[in-house]
């Protein structure tokens, strides 16, 4: 079973009973008062009769309460009844409206489920109708929750990201940072469906099984044939199988671990260089960007200037690399990858 969940606040639920409890009191202890301070307007049949001496009834704070109490529980035994036109008014229009607020708190579970049913029925609807150009993410463990930061990291409202998942804990975690979670088994094509991937932009496939990511990638890439698909491997002789199903990008994690562990023995520096350019925060960071206006008809390696250092230059969809020599100037239209200090832009950009 699937099911779309929405980022929302979350109340627990004894919190929730304390707060229905609290409503209903002041309700109740509301209409005591009123009461009582317009006692005088207020008749009380059976202190009359049992009266003995003939004089009039004391109306106390407990009659006002007694009163309160089966009055908006609608149980009106009729013996204290509002006589006086003042207390009559005050009847319709303040004892009233806090009578069915006592009922709505009473009935409050089951109007709270109608209700947010009703409304999260709206929210997803709204959201499918203005989703677009998207990320999905499928599979939220330890690889899922990183490309999820990454991705944030990198500019993306939280609001625009979409994350599948099997297990309930996991979409919690990320409904609690402001993702789209849906619940289900990301090879069902009616779960894919679901977080509109016909319409995303981006797809990270991030599952703990080779065999799970390729059917994710088969079917994903079936429903959206324009999307870049990215997808991790396991085992690096699945890499072939995955790209052959459709993904664009296909990261071997374990190998890739490997090699830094191997990498960062042979030379630490270039261990923290590679660790360094992997940090969400600090230090550096690759990106890929338009060129800026002031940039056209320059050539890629004098952005050297404004710390920032050129790896690739993307022109008409075909990447050249910078030791490659292909681009002297750069052009309109243009995209490059660069590395620049964490989370600074150039002047030109800002």
């Not at 990320?135 to 990454?150: E, L, P």
């Not at 206006?293 to 320059?298: D, I």
């Amino acid at each position: 079973m699937s099911l779309l969940q929405l980022p929302a606040r979350r109340v627990g639920p004894l919190a929730s009973i304390l707060i229905r409890v609290g409503i209903a009191l002041a309700a109740l202890l509301s209409v005591a008062t009123i009461t009582y301070i317009e006692r005088d307007g207020y008749r009380d049949v059976v202190n009359e009769v049992s009266d003995v001496e003939g004089a009039s009834p004391e109306f106390t704070y407990l009659d006002a309460l007694y009163y309160a109490t089966v009055s908006l529980s609608t149980t009106g035994y009729g013996d204290i009844t509002p006589v006086s036109d003042t207390a009559r008014f005050v009847n319709v229009f303040v004892i009233t409206p806090l009578r069915i607020l006592f009922l709505v708190v009473l009935v409050g579970t089951t109007v709270e489920v109608l209700t947010k049913r009703s409304r999260d029925e709206l929210r997803a609807t709204r959201w499918r109708n203005r989703v677009k150009d998207h990320t999905v993410v499928v599979g939220y463990g330890v690889k899922g929750r990183s490309s999820v930061r990454a991705i944030i990291d990198q500019g993306t409202a939280p609001g625009d990201i979409v994350v599948v998942d099997a297990t309930q804990e996991a979409l919690d975690e990320a409904t609690a940072i402001g993702c789209v979670a849906v619940v289900g088994d990301a090879t069902r094509e009616d779960v894919l469906r679901l977080a509109e991937i016909s319409r995303a932009a981006r797809i990270v496939v991030a599952t703990d099984r080779d065999d799970t990511s390729v059917l994710v990638v088969l079917t994903a890439r079936r429903l959206n044939s324009s999307a870049t698909i990215v997808a991790s491997a396991r085992e690096s002789q699945n890499i072939i199988v995955l790209r052959q199903s459709g993904a664009n990008i296909v990261i071997p994690t374990a190998e890739a671990s490997g090699r830094m562990l191997g990498l960062s023995l042979q030379s630490h520096v270039a261990g923290q260089i590679v660790e360094d350019l992997l940090e969400p925060v600090e230090g550096l960071e690759i990106v890929e960007r338009e060129i800026t206006p002031a940039e056209l008809g320059v050539p890629p390696e004098s952005l050297i200037s404004e710390q920032t250092v050129v790896l690739a230059v993307v022109r008409d969809g075909e990447v050249h690399r910078f030791d490659e020599g292909r681009v002297s100037l750069l052009q309109r239209g243009d995209r490059i990858v660069v590395i620049r200090p964490s989370g600074r832009a150039t002047r030109a950009e800002a």
